[in-house]
């Protein structure tokens, strides 16, 4: 008789995987990256090949002649931070500062604390903001939109809405003479508007997260947190004062809130671990994203607030724990 | 309305093969061996010795505590040696082993298949009778079945909740046994309610299997008391805490029994065996089991003797499959991966389950991602992959800290987690070590 294996149940698996996991977030990104290629043609092209392949030769090499250790490439791990990496900035951005803000991302953000699995902080934002910092010229030059675009470097630039609202109030302008010089809030939804390569569309980006949570890669909590806190917090100060602070909807479909609440808060490894944790997570970035925005330097805030959420996240995991069963003893007559 | 149970859960895949499989009576084997540690407990005391004559049903060890249970011969014969063998635990324990000669049983028993509902017996006679029968819980966790009954002074039973849930993948006994004895669990079910002395009864039964909530359903009309709660499919409904909150919303404290909130749960083939006990005389010496596998020919539900070799099942089914990796007793997700066909099938042998080779290996572990679907799926609210963690760096306090006595060891989490990473194995490991300490602060 052949041998039997023998080890402990359960013995079946859902044949789920860290890999079907990464891809799938990256077919989720691919409207994303459809209607960034519609709007921003070579650039996006280059800036995403570019991300996206260093990001993954920066792996690699480090495995091999640093870590020395087994090669996880394969894992889609690497390949979607250079996606996100590529999203999170401008679609003329050169070359050189893309490899340097790969190695970063991939270097410093992820590899330094022990590969996937153990970077505490967002990689793909770790080079996002190192870049913002270092280059803080190019970092803010923005392409214009424009169908079948074939210019890199030479794309003619334009401010994104947020930079221009924030130029405008600062030279005492009200919001709604400034709104009037805005893309309409239909074409913010479809993408038609300056800013990052794939942060543009929120319709896009809103099909991947329908994506993603109909397999069930992401839940909904942190998603939906960071949008209602942001809705809600825009919302009050506008209904404070309409002419000092643009509504909840201009807030939401510029910028990188959809990309952020949608793919970059909810990376696995740097957000929390229980629904309740999630929730509180999603309302911090929602928060510290509007103080940024309203009331910071900066016109755009999320990248930050994420960061800074993720450094809050074990602290999080400590202290907030999932509902216990029996925890609650239910006391409905049967 | 469909309940269920209201943190966590998963859905493997059913493949239930052997549905519909009418129960089949297995030939009385030439020699069974049967283990005196079949149930949770004190092992039974042997009171047959080498050499000497036995009928079927007759008592060959007996039960040695409180929480402990009696032993009857499954067939008529000789003791031919009380001796150490392999079971299905992997190790070897005494067993009593018969050779059987033709098939007598003992006079006492009604063989009749009349059904007879009338219940003379008191709720103590009851109790007594079950106890003597050697009842243990047969959904697997072989828990005594008269301790179950024996409400402790200062609480009261105020609903039976009856296991017709089911929810291992691949295992059918308990269904086929609805469908083909539903009035004599019926009956069952009203001794157990006269033994708990409650007015009321609820079968849970997964929505997966419409005949049987439709045939029960019929029946329970002619008996008072009893009804029937059709659930949705969700793993680990079968857990004791986890069905209670989907039948009548209460959860059991931390560390407590059914019975802090009221209730007493039996499994469907447990009641059955109460029936023939208390109706028919006939003690716990056989048992409805499924032997089935995606490469098995012939995917059955067998009615087989204590004691029997689980190969003469595997036979039955058409032979152990050329491809096969893994043979489990029970179902996937809570099973014991057996070391050899030769073991014999006990009272808590629900199933045997035959698994190819190529999805009996674990697949590679993978560096934890917190997804944090392990917590998603966690039935009991925790956090498995802290529990592993702690358990890995033998952090015992925070581990007990964490609750990691609360965990039913369902497998949901091994089962979820994309990284392959073996949960509970580690979790396991950290129960044995915490649960240690924690007994060693008692005394």
């Known amino acids: 008789m052949n041998r039997l294996i023998v080890s402990p149940s359960p013995h079946v698996h859902s044949g789920d995987s860290v890999k079907k996991n990464m891809y799938g977030v990256i077919i989720a990104l691919l409207p994303a990256l459809a209607a960034s290629l519609y709007y921003f043609g070579l650039g996006a092209v280059v800036v995403t090949l570019t991300a996206v392949v260093s990001c993954v030769f920066f792996e690699w090499a480090i495995q091999k002649f640093l870590l020395k250790n087994e090669s996880t490439i394969l894992d889609g791990s690497a390949a979607l931070t250079g996606l996100l990496l590529a999203f999170n900035i401008p679609s003329n951005l050169p070359i050189w500062i893309i490899i340097i803000g790969s190695l970063v991302a991939i270097g410093i953000g992820k590899m330094s604390f022990g590969g996937l699995g153990n970077n505490p902080f967002n990689p793909a934002l770790v080079g996002r903001v190192f870049m913002l910092i270092s280059f803080p010229v190019q970092m803010t030059l923005w392409p214009k939109p424009q169908t079948i675009q074939l210019e890199y470097l030479d794309a003619t630039t334009g401010a994104t809405p947020l930079s221009i609202m924030k130029e405008g109030l600062a030279n005492g302008e009200s919001v709604s003479a400034i709104m009037d010089k805005l893309p309409s809030y239909t074409e913010l939804f479809f993408g038609n508007s300056g800013g990052s390569a794939g942060e543009i569309a929120a319709a896009a980006l809103l099909m991947g997260l329908a994506y993603m949570l109909i397999r069930k890669i992401i839940t909904w909590h942190i998603p939906a947190s960071i949008i209602v806190t942001i809705a809600a917090f825009t919302g009050l100060l506008h209904l404070s004062s309409p002419d000092q602070y643009a509504g909840p909807l201009f807030h939401l479909l510029t910028g990188g809130v959809m990309l952020g609440a949608i793919f970059m808060a909810t990376d696995y490894v740097s957000s929390p671990m229980s629904k309740k944790g999630m929730i509180i997570y999603g309302v911090g970035i929602g928060i510290i994203t509007v103080v940024i925005r309203v009331f910071g330097a900066y016109p755009e805030g999320i990248s930050f607030a994420i960061l800074i959420m993720n450094g809050f996240v074990p602290l999080i995991d400590k202290y907030v724990k999932p509902k216990r069963f029996g925890e609650l003893v239910k006391t409905a007559k049967a | ?443």
């Open chain 2, 1 to 443: 309305m469909l309940k269920t149970f209201s943190l966590g859960g998963v859905h493997p895949a059913e493949n239930k093969f052997s549905a519909g499989q009418k129960i089949a009576v297995l030939p009385v084997p030439e020699q069974v061996s049967v283990p005196i540690a079949q149930h949770i407990g004190a092992p039974s005391e042997p009171i047959v010795k080498k050499g000497d004559e036995v009928k079927v049903g007759q008592l060959i060890a007996k039960s040695s505590g409180f929480v402990s249970a009696n032993i009857h011969s499954p067939v008529s014969g000789k003791v031919f040696k009380i001796d150490d063998i392999l079971d299905a635990s992997g190790y070897k324990r005494k067993a009593i082993i018969i050779k059987t000669e033709g098939d007598e049983w003992d006079a006492s028993i009604d063989r009749s298949e009349d059904l007879k509902t009338e219940i003379t017996a008191s709720p103590e006679e009851i109790i007594k009778k079950i106890g003597d029968a050697g009842i243990v819980g047969l959904g697997g966790a072989t828990f005594p079945a008269h301790v179950k009954l024996s409400v402790p002074p200062g609480k009261t039973c105020e609903v039976l909740i009856l296991n017709g849930v089911e929810c291992e993948p691949y295992l059918t006994a308990d269904h086929q046994l609805m469908i083909e004895k539903g009035d004599e669990i019926m009956v069952g079910t009203q001794i157990l309610m006269k033994a708990l002395k409650v007015d009321r009864a609820i079968i849970g039964i997964e929505n997966n299997k419409p005949d049987a909530i439709k045939q029960m359903s019929e029946l329970a009309k002619n008996y008072a008391g009893i009804s029937i709660q059709p659930l949705k499919v969700q793993y680990p409904q079968g857990g004791e805490k986890q069905l209670i909150d989907a039948c009548i919303g209460r959860q059991i404290p931390s560390g407590k029994l059914p019975i802090e909130v009221g209730a007493v749960v039996q499994n469907i083939g447990t009641t059955l065996a109460v029936y023939e006990a208390v109706q028919k005389n006939k003690p716990l010496f056989e048992r409805v089991v499924t032997v089935t596998g995606k490469s098995v020919t012939k995917p059955s539900n067998f009615m087989a003797r204590i004691g029997t070799p689980m190969n003469q099942l595997i036979e039955a089914a058409g032979g152990l499959p050329q491809d096969t990796g893994k043979v489990i007793g029970g179902g996937p997700m809570m099973g014991k991966a057996l070391v050899s066909t030769e073991v014999p099938i006990t009272k808590g042998s629900s199933g045997i389950l035959i698994m190819p080779k190529e999805i009996a290996k674990r697949a590679k572990m993978e560096a934890c991602i917190r997804c944090s679907k392990c917590v998603s799926v966690c039935p009991m609210g925790l956090s498995p992959y802290l529990l592993m963690t702690v358990s890995d760096k033998a952090v015992w306090d925070r581990a007990e800290e964490e609750k990691i006595m609360d965990c039913i060891e369902c497998g949901s989490c091994s089962f979820t987690c994309p990284a392959n990473r073996p949960l509970l194995d580690y979790i396991r490991l950290g129960k044995g070590k915490v649960g240690q300490i924690m007994r060693s602060r008692t005394k």
